[in-house]
């Protein structure tokens, strides 16, 4: 058989490796340009990073921000089981311009490096330094900094944000961040993790009994078998209740959907970092009833006319974390379109 046809590797719906090295990923990562949103009237644009590896990042800016004006700041890590999507993708532009609107807040959507031609931890590392260099170019100014972030950036007002593998990125950047600090003063805020992917030997009742193998065979194949399933990167609820006091924020949103597989270790998650050593004010869990796994980026479900009203729930929970204000309805948080 043909190397180029024959799989190595099927992790559908995002990737199939071939016998070649060939990496076959799924359509859902169709590019949008940047530019300014019709809509919104935010405005998008992309930025390397750094060169040597590739990482690089699409930024936003919210409508009419006056010139001297201070705003929160976004470093959002997007989904896809750490092998596909892009913050490049249609899906995720129009996802983190709807956040953006609504928060008024300054975003920086990560474009990481994916397995398995660079296996975790590449991802992770490209993660910390994109939240360095987002720290620091809030509290300096010059000719390698963002004028972005330079002129409209809140070094003590960062958010961490991420859905599904994304999520899980968030946590271990947050945890890192708490461990060796960020520059000039900066720090990060609140956390936000969006139906976050974390895994363990032992199965919870939502994921069912005969996942752990599949889970197992997975995540060896995203990080080349550098750790196991039980790893803190993968599951930070077997950590004893003082490390969890290194996790670098002061406040921390985790939400889930019912029929979600991850629901129990979300629900976990938060129950763990409440009873733990962890000195942050809050830790939030929201669950959306009747749905499943990132509901809300789904084609199926967005066919059923209730998922929008419920992703505009979800995003308003989202603003109200940001913003430190309750929206009782979308329309509070000026939430016009999440999708």
Not at 60 to 67: A, G, N, Q, R, T
Not at 158 to 165: L, Q
Not at 252 to 267: I, K, Q, Y
Request: proline fraction near 6%.
């Amino acid at each position: 058989m043909d190397p180029d046809e024959e799989v190595e590797f099927d992790l559908s719906p995002f990737a199939i490796v071939y016998k070649s090295g060939r990496v076959q990923r799924s359509g859902l990562t169709s590019r949008k340009s940047p530019g300014t949103d019709a809509t919104t009237g935010v405005t998008s644009k992309d930025v390397v990073i750094d060169a040597g590896t590739g990482l690089a990042a699409r930024l936003f800016l919210p409508k009419s921000v006056p010139e001297s004006q201070k705003l929160p700041v976004l470093v959002y890590f997007h989904g896809g089981a750490y092998v596909a999507e892009s913050a490049f993708s249609a899906r995720y532009t129009s996802y983190v311009n709807a956040l953006v609107a609504a928060a008024r807040v300054v975003a920086v959507s990560v474009e990481y490096r994916l397995a398995p031609e660079h296996p975790l931890p590449a991802g992770y590392d490209d993660a910390w330094a994109a939240l360095r260099w987002t720290a620091t170019s809030c509290v300096s100014a010059g000719p390698e900094t963002e004028p972005w972030l330079a002129d409209h950036g809140d070094p003590t007002r960062i958010f961490v944000a991420g859905n599904s593998s994304g999520g899980n990125m968030a946590h271990n950047v947050v945890m890192r961040a708490g461990k060796e600090g960020l520059r000039g003063g900066a720090r990060v805020e609140g956390m936000v993790l969006l139906h976050p992917l974390f895994l363990g030997k032992a199965p919870v009742p939502s994921e069912g009994t005969d996942t752990t193998a599949t889970a197992e065979r997975n995540w060896r194949f995203v990080c080349a078998g550098n750790y196991g399933l039980d790893h803190p990167l993968s599951n930070p609820l077997l950590m004893p209740p003082e490390e969890w006091a290194a996790l670098g924020c002061r406040r921390a949103l985790v939400t889930a959907a019912e029929l979600d597989p991850s629901r129990d270790r979300a629900r976990m998650y938060v129950e763990a970092l409440r009873g733990s050593a962890w000195g942050g004010e809050e830790a939030v869990l929201y669950e959306t009833e009747g749905e499943g796994h990132m509901y809300y980026f789904s084609k199926a479900a967005r066919s059923n006319s209730v998922v929008p009203e419920k992703a505009a729930k979800e995003m308003a929970i989202v603003v109200s974390f940001i913003k430190r204000v309750t929206c009782t309805s979308p329309s509070d948080c000026n939430i016009r379109s999440t999708l």
